[in-house]
Every structure is written in C-alpha cells, then in structure tokens.
C-alpha cells in the first residue's frame, strides 16, 4: 500500500467512503478536530 503525502494518515474510515481526494481530506480535518 503507497503512502499518499499527507494522507497517508488517513483513517480507514474516510478511505472506505471512496470520497474524492479533496472530500477525504476535510474528513481527515474533521476527525483530528473532533479527537483534539
């Protein structure tokens, strides 16, 4: 599996909703929002 900049952090959760790349980041966001 090819770790994608910044993304590569990204919660398994947000990846399986196949959002697109710009989506998947504000859901990163969100989460480590939510979690901080």
């Not at 959002?19 to 979690?35: G, H, Q, S, W």
């Amino acid at each position: 599996m090819k770790k994608r900049g910044r993304n590569s952090g990204m919660p398994e959760e947000c990846r399986s909703w196949g959002l697109r790349e710009d989506l998947v980041d504000e859901c990163n966001t969100a989460k480590i929002k939510a979690a901080g």
